[in-house]
């Protein structure tokens, strides 16, 4: 797996490191959205769950990872931002899925509320419309370490909370990134979850309900943060939508253990796997017939 690596100009406000996974044999592209202070390294067992049976998009939000050398810092993102950058992604690499992780589901929510013409499903993964009590203590105490810029206590933190399932070379390498993330990344963060603690729950809700192709929830039976139960609240909102649980995982999913890996990946394949060639078939008609513009 080589990607083809670009940084990409999105509206002269941003750019945006990029890493394409392309798949000669592979009909679909599918673009997987970060969760908070996560960059591409993150995704790379979700890639290799899905390369090479579809085309995989990664990138960097322009905060983070490869992404931050090339943009100014001068405020930080809102979701609403974010959510536009991945419709132009979705356009530039003519992706027709969505995987997002943890508050990536944000900014995926966000852009699919805006119904791009390019998307046929998504999966939402390790997201819920709820801060619970456990989520909201998490954040809480975040929101302190961040303002305070404790990298190490924030460090902790995430392997306490979040990352408790995670095994213990994960925990080192979660730790490591977490507690050396530059100044202008824990402001990010502080603002982000600061945003979350004081929006209105049903704001995530309202933008499900434009929501107009399949969704898949899938979420960890071990994570009490952004907990199965709670996801299914989307189930009243999304006209067309799925929950999948996977047994014995927290809110890390397939990088939590083997077996967790193995059925993330069947939940995946089996929600995303192609049309048959009669409907695919159909479909380009009136792809070819309608051209599409963002």
């Not at 690596?5 to 673009?31: M, N, P, S, W």
């Not at 591409?40 to 090479?52: D, G, I, K, M, V």
């Amino acid at each position: 797996m080589r990607p083809e690596i670009a940084v990409l100009d999105i509206q002269g406000q941003f750019r945006v490191y990029t890493e394409f996974y392309r798949a000669d044999a592979a009909e679909k592209t599918i673009i997987l959205v970060n969760g908070s202070m996560a960059t591409t390294a993150s995704f790379a067992q979700t890639a290799r769950n899905l390369y090479p049976k579809f085309n995989v998009v990664l990138y960097d939000q322009p905060y983070a990872g490869k992404s931050k050398a090339h943009n100014l810092h001068s405020q930080p993102l809102t979701k609403e931002l974010e959510g536009q950058i991945l419709l132009e992604l979705i356009d530039h690499f003519a992706a027709e899925h969505i995987l997002s992780f943890s508050w990536g589901g944000a900014a995926a929510l966000i852009a699919l509320a805006q119904r791009p013409r390019r998307i046929e499903k998504a999966v939402i993964s390790s997201f819920s419309p709820v801060v619970n009590v456990h989520m909201r203590d998490y954040l809480e105490r975040g929101v302190r370490h961040l303002g305070a810029f404790d990298r190490y206590e924030l460090g902790h933190l995430v392997n306490d909370t979040i990352g408790k399932h995670l095994p213990s070379l994960f925990k080192r390498f979660n730790y490591k990134h977490v507690s050396t993330l530059d100044i202008h990344e824990y402001v990010q963060m502080h603002f982000h979850i600061s945003q979350v603690l004081c929006i209105d729950q049903l704001c995530y809700l309202n933008a499900a309900q434009n929501i107009d192709v399949p969704v898949l929830f899938l979420n960890g039976e071990w994570d009490e943060y952004t907990a199965a139960e709670d996801a299914k609240l989307f189930g009243k909102h999304v006209a067309n939508c799925q929950f999948s649980t996977l047994k014995s995982t927290g809110h890390f999913l397939d990088m939590e253990h083997k077996a967790a890996c193995s059925d993330s990946q069947k939940a995946l394949l089996s929600f995303l796997k192609p049309e048959p060639a009669t409907k695919r078939s159909r479909y380009n008609e009136v792809q070819h017939h309608h051209a599409f513009a963002l």
